[in-house]
């Protein structure tokens, strides 16, 4: 018999037997379980069930969550339950020797001390459930103010902060980050390549916060302040900098001197040496980075239809210690995307889809000398889709994705054939959401500053890519193609109709359930214009820019005068939609119409409201990325529709019959499907 489906009941089970997998036994409910903000999940209910047996408790309540301090108790007293009148003190002293017990059998709650316990009177009831348990965010709320206070008072009892010359505290930092489970080989090991994610990153700015003296200059440290500094030496620079009132900015790597060096370390090619072997009629050779990502999936199941491909070779992440194969990997990542048919093959047909494991940040690209003898003669593109979707990461970050863009361009260049590789990089409009007012029109041409670019880490090692490869055309006769893209939505008919959690507008759309409201605008820079590219409509238009579709293959389109004529050497198309639509007047009424409930306010006060909303990775995910919604406002906190970015993309379209085809997704109920789809993401 089917079990019923009591387990969609956000109830919480373990399992009862150390050797038979089934058995099940019911641990509580799933709001019984807290989680503190370095991430530490705690389900208390046997540590509270014990200490209610005593017959001067009334209700035990363990909180902590959204804090990184450790978690706190409250004691509801039994009323009158031995006929004395006791103090809070007298009461807790009896407890007590209970409590210290009982921590032996959780951890997590091994650092409770009396001074984080609060004694509730007499006559304060606790709010129950219908199933006699704690209704456990009611009491959170509720005594919202006494738990405040509790932590206050706490804080108060640690004292001033340290004062740490810069040689102590390197030495500190370096022992809070073992104790957080990251060990660091040395003072510039690179944070983010050591397993320093955005969590842990977060759990060492509070430390930072509540034991560093910073000379009364807390609100400097910024919520980013580890990964932007990137390392130990860095760190502790930029905290005596905050302390001693010096030049912030000029304390930490100023970030287009960051942006410069990535750049200068990348950028060494040898020449392209036209080799024997000659283009053959065989067919085309395409590597691809990325396949089983969202954009990548839909690029390969384009050139999986194309008559004049031989042979697809897909560069895969390697899997580690998993003992999954290239061939399962691509399997599994291919049903994800929901392409489950498109390999293996049912039938052996060209082309054939080729899965590899490759580490794309090593010069070798981590393949055998055979392979890379293989691919510089075969290959005849290159299409790069690989790439870290992460707003959070601070530059220094994205150095390995950097490195993959100078490895394939030396594949590229290597090649033995009459031309090198066709390198295609797959870029972002973020490389120019700071252009400047003066410039109405983004052109389909390389920026001409890194102020340009948006202040993330990933839009910056986009334009730190693309100057890479300018240079490599420029200098060293690379074969290349930028193609900066825009917004990327779910596709229409093929693929996974699921946004991308970690993209921009999901994260925002987030918002509404978090907070209650979205912003009117989506901030100064992106403004009320929506062009958005369906993923399955963009994919096609990669193929077809990169001359690699059968129906139009090197064809340019100019209102019909130049058809037939191929178009002279283009390095940057913008790939963004030729018919937008509007955030406010057609896209927020779609939010609505597919069931989201929301108030509408402006950009700053959407920004305001967020900044005051707790910290939770996982309820409120908008919230680690403050920084970048920040950034967005500008220089000005209302919006400008004369400052509003816009991208040429009239040679795209001469390229692309698919983009110049595209239609507006305002018609029929497309943006609803779409905001349906954000929703249940």
Known sequence: MEPSDSYRKSDLFVASHHTLPNPWKFAGRGDDRITTSD??????????GEIQQ????????V???????TPGMMLFREKDADGVRMSDTEFLNIIWPLIEDLKDYMKALAEITKESVLVMPEDMTCPWADIISIKRTQPYSEFASSIDELYNRLDNLRGPGLMLSMPELEIWIFLRFK????????KKSDFFGSGVDSLKAIQMRELIMKSIDLGGKAEECAP???LDTGNIEKL?????AIREGEDVERG????????EGLIKDFCFFEKHVPGSHSDSQDGKVVVLTGATGSLGSHVLAHLATQSDIRTIHCLLRPTGSTGISPHDSLCIGLQKRNFPGLYPMTTRRFPDIQPQSSDISKPDLGLSREMIRSLRMHATHIIHCAWEVNCALPTVSFRQQVASVQNLLKLSLTSTRSEPAHFLFCSSVGVAMRTPSTIPLVPETPIPSLTHCSPTGYAQSKLISERIIEKAVAEYGARATILRIGQIIPGGGRGTPKWNQNEMIPLLMRTAISIGVLPSRI????GDTCSWVDVNKLAESIIEIAGLSSQDEGQIYDNGKNKGHREESQLVYNIVHPRPFSWFNDFLPSLKLAGLQYNVVSYREWVEKLSRSKIDLENNSSRELLEFWLAQLGNTYEFDEEREIRFDTQRAQGKSKTLRDMVNLVEGLKLVELAKGIINT
């Open 224 to 226: 980013l302040i580890v």
């Open 523 to 526: 901030g100064t820079r992106f």
């Open 179 to 186: 104790e957080l489970g990251i060990t660091l080989l040395g």
């Open 39 to 48: 991430g530490v999940k705690i389900l208390p209910l046997p540590l509270e």
């Open 236 to 240: 502790a620079r930029k905290l005596v």
């Open 252 to 259: 930490n790597n100023d970030q287009i001197q960051i942006m």
């Open 54 to 61: 005593h017959h001067l408790v009334r209700e035990a309540v």
């Open 63 to 69: 909180f902590g969550i959204d804090r990184l301090e």
